[in-house]
Structures are given as structure tokens and as C-alpha cells.
């Protein structure tokens, strides 16, 4: 089984910056698009950003020109660079890699374990 392996949450002041952090181990397997996705309590998850196999990039119009994506891909890792960090930022994030499995035809989306990232004012 693939696992995902996020880092880099934590609490942080208004306008401050953090960076996130999501690898893929195992084997066997090549990934195709990645993402960041955000969960407040109560409320429905919502894409973040994300980045093509070829490097193409989108945002949520919320976190544009704050907010910097990328990958390595000799790694199997995504990133998330946040700066400007917003209260209304505060949130659970979910790394998100679709990942083709040898032998299959199709991409599977795999999702990390979650971090919470907390801005305060």
C-alpha cells in the first residue's frame, strides 16, 4: 500500500510562513498530479492547489499570490509554500497524489494523514 507522509503544520502568527512538506513511499508506481487540499471543522474540504505531471499549476482564488506549490519528483514529494499567512487560513491540510500502480490503467487518488495549521491574529 502507498502511504503519504505530510509535514511542516503548526501555529503560526498572522502574515507569517510556512512551508508543507508530502512524500509517497513504496515502489512500483508513478504519480501524475498532486495537490493540497483544506478542511476547517464543519466545513467541506476545498482544493488549495495543485500541480500537473508537466508542472501546470492552479490555486484557489483565496490563497493566489500567497501561496506556492511544487514538486519533486525524484523525490515523490509535493510542497506547499505559504506565506502571508491569513486567520482564515487555520485549517487541517491534506496532501493529495494520483498514483498509477504498475500494471494498472488508471490513476488512483492517495491522500495524506492531515496537518493542522493554525494562524493566529
Not at 24 to 39: E, K
Not at 85 to 102: F, H, N, R, S
Amino acid at each position: 500500500q502507498v502511504q503519504l507522509v505530510e509535514s511542516g503544520g503548526g501555529l503560526v502568527q498572522a502574515g507569517g510562513s510556512l512551508r508543507l512538506s508530502c512524500a509517497a513511499s513504496g515502489s512500483g508506481f508513478s504519480i501524475n498530479g498532486m495537490g493540497w487540499y483544506r478542511q476547517a471543522p464543519g466545513k467541506q474540504r476545498e482544493l488549495v492547489a495543485r500541480i500537473s505531471s508537466g508542472g501546470k499549476t492552479t490555486y484557489g482564488d483565496s490563497v493566489k499570490g500567497r501561496f506556492t506549490i511544487s514538486r519533486d519528483n525524484a523525490k515523490n514529494t509535493v510542497y506547499l509554500q505559504m506565506n502571508s499567512l491569513k486567520p482564515e487560513d487555520t485549517a487541517v491540510y491534506y496532501c493529495m497524489q494520483e498514483i498509477l500502480m504498475g500494471g494498472d490503467y488508471y490513476a488512483r487518488n492517495y491522500w495524506g494523514q492531515g496537518t493542522q495549521v493554525t494562524v493566529s491574529s
